[in-house]
């Protein structure tokens, strides 16, 4: 999937996160963006932040997709859940940093309301001891609305014939009178008029254009709603095959996906590789291991291959990206866990761990840590090839793209 053949084929690819999420993909999709007409979001809500670092410019988007900053067309397909209160305030944002804003939003995406976002905070509560620890933006609770038949499209809100008051005689459920939604309603109708569309039909007229889409996904594979570390997981699915149904298109493509050289987790859940004291900590402050959504310092670990051998057969990866290289640096060792340890026996099959998953030890193997990971003369330091190398025989799949920083321009394409 490197720059050169994209120009060449000129195939739609699929972008996903292959650990719980944070990875890097929005730096993957903003370098990649140059040689595709439009970059696609096809699951997710605003719970989900991508970072982009231009210069001194950090850009955060939650809804918006990661082409912004290169004035690609922006495409939000229908198996997004939307806030419009978020969406308003990116697009404001936007407004003062790239010349036009070409937004088409799905008129069947799922909306986020305020009825949504009481109700994730009621049922994290009533989870007690036991939380998820979600964003509390009210993005799995839309998506159970949605299947209830009880939360509004975004074509919905622009129709006198969709029923409020069936989504507000559901809360009162949670023996709380419904919050307000006549002045969302407003804003709502507001950010998406002019906006909505048929996604799908878009995807397939720049393909007969001959122009090519990035299908960007949100979160990462460990966190799908089926395939994840369930109840632990994002209330929608995150693999590759999704971006199909998310967007509404039948084909498939190429899968790129970006995992980082260690592993994070925000919330709750369980985490086998996590690191605890001074060495966790340093990741954390070096690697900037905040939640882009909510700010909460992430949760840091080794390398996990079981799962991530797992997440490249789900999704079908052939190409990964490797991020943040250069965190490890600072890190006077280096682990990756091989296999779980259960009941006296090594398991190196996520599936076979997963119902068990809180209770399994990681075996890990110790490699030669990645100091100085800096390149010179166009070449990585051997101890960072040996790396590359190791994850390429453990993943088999080839690693195309390296991260080594933040901002934009250190990526290097192997």
């Known amino acids: 999937m490197s720059k050169a053949k994209k120009k060449k084929k000129k195939e739609n690819a699929t972008i996903v996160g292959l650990q719980w999420g944070d990875e890097g993909k929005g730096k993957i999709v903003d370098y990649l963006a140059d040689d595709f007409e439009a970059v696609a979001r096809f699951n997710g809500g605003s719970n989900a932040g991508h970072t982009i670092v231009i210069g001194r410019e950090r850009h955060v988007f939650h809804l918006l997709p990661s082409g912004a900053p290169k004035g690609k067309e922006l495409l939000i397909g229908p198996g997004v859940a939307v806030d419009p209160v978020v969406l308003s305030e990116e697009v404001a944002l936007l407004a003062g940093r790239v010349t036009q804003l070409d937004l088409r939003v799905d ?76 002045e969302w309603l407003s804003l709502s109708r507001k950010v998406l008029k002019g906006k909505l569309g048929d996604v799908a039909s878009r995807v397939a007229e720049l393909n007969e254009e001959g122009k090519a889409v990035i299908f960007e996904g949100s979160q990462g594979t460990l966190l799908d709603v089926f395939f994840g570390t369930y109840p632990y997981v994002t209330g929608a699915p995150t693999i590759a095959n ?87 640096e600072h890190v006077k060792e280096l682990k990756v866990c091989a296999a779980y340890r259960l009941d006296g026996r090594e398991i190196e099959d996520f599936y076979e761990a997963l119902s068990r998953i809180e209770d399994v030890k990681p075996v890990y193997r110790e490699l030669k840590p990645l100091l100085h990971a800096e390149m010179t003369d166009g070449r990585f330091p051997r101890t960072v090839e040996s790396f590359i190398e190791l994850l390429e025989e453990e993943l088999k799949a080839r690693i195309s793209l390296v991260s080594y920083g933040e901002e934009r321009s250190r990526t290097i394409e192997r």
Do not use: Q
Request: glycine share 10%; aromatic share 8%.
């Open 107 to 182: 008129g069947r995406c799922t909306l986020v309301t305020p009825l949504e976002k009481v109700m994730d905070v009621a049922i994290e509560e009533m989870r007690g001891a036991r939380p998820l620890g979600t964003t509390r933006r009210g993005v799995g609770p839309a998506y159970a609305m949605r299947a209830l038949r009880l939360a509004p499209r975004a074509i919905d809100i622009f129709s006198d014939n969709f029923d409020f008051n069936s989504a507000r005689t559901f809360h009162r459920f949670l023996s709380e009178p419904p919050p307000s939604i006549s």
């Open 242 to 328: 999704y971006a199909a149904a998310g967007l509404g298109i039948s084909t498939n493509t190429d899968v790129l996906g970006v995992l980082k050289c260690y592993t994070t987790r925000v919330g709750a859940g369980p985490f086998p590789t996590e690191i605890r004291g001074r060495v966790g900590e340093k990741i954390r402050e070096v690697g900037k291991e905040y939640g882009a959504t909510t700010g909460r310092p992430r949760r840091v670990g080794w390398l996990d291959l079981v799962a991530l051998r797992y997440a490249v057969r789900l999704n079908g990866v052939k190409e990964l990206a490797l991020s943040k290289v250069d965190v490890l």
